[in-house]
């Protein structure tokens, strides 16, 4: 089984920048990927990072987000930068059992959590 968990939810300044983090345990599992679920909103896809290091960005936040992967670590951040109010949303970290990098968050089996970011005006 495996457990994702992820921390650094928090509010924030428009224009200003944050990271998440998440960890999972059990075992190594790739891919692994950001969604978010803003208010009366479905969830949606953010970025995501494959076992070879591809790594692919919604174009809502390409350029401002940079998502990385700590394999030995079996650890994921993602860095938010230029923070709009739009990004307020809980964010979720997720993990697939098989290799293939999706933007479906139906392919992901193992779910965090989640953790709030809002960014006010």
Same mark, same amino acid.
């Given at each position: 089984?495996?457990?994702?968990?992820?921390?650094?939810?928090?509010?924030?300044?428009?224009?200003?920048?944050?990271?998440?983090?998440?960890?999972?345990?059990?075992?190594?599992?790739?891919?692994?990927?950001?969604?978010?679920?803003?208010?009366?909103?479905?969830?949606?896809?953010?970025?995501?990072?494959?076992?070879?290091?591809?790594?692919?960005?919604?174009?809502?936040?390409?350029?401002?987000?940079?998502?990385?992967?700590?394999? +030995? $670590?079996?650890?994921?951040?993602? @860095?938010? %930068? *230029?923070? !709009?109010?739009?990004?307020?949303?809980?964010?979720?970290?997720? +993990? $697939?059992?098989?290799?293939?990098? @999706?933007? %479906? *968050?139906? !392919?992901?089996?193992?779910?965090?959590?989640?953790?709030?970011?809002?960014?006010?005006?």
């Amino acid at each position: 089984q495996v457990q994702v968990v992820e921390s650094g939810g928090a509010s924030v300044q428009a224009g200003e920048s944050l990271t998440l983090s998440c960890a999972a345990s059990g075992r190594a599992v790739y891919p692994m990927g950001w969604f978010r679920q803003g208010p009366r909103a479905e969830r949606e896809f953010v970025a995501v990072v494959g076992w070879n290091g591809e790594k692919k960005y919604s174009d809502t936040v390409k350029g401002r987000f940079t998502i990385n992967r700590d394999g +030995a $670590k079996n650890t994921l951040s993602l @860095q938010m %930068n *230029s923070l !709009q109010h739009e990004d307020t949303a809980v964010y979720y970290c997720a +993990a $697939k059992s098989l290799a293939n990098i @999706q933007r %479906n *968050s139906d !392919q992901y089996d193992y779910w965090g959590q989640g953790a709030q970011v809002t960014v006010s005006k």
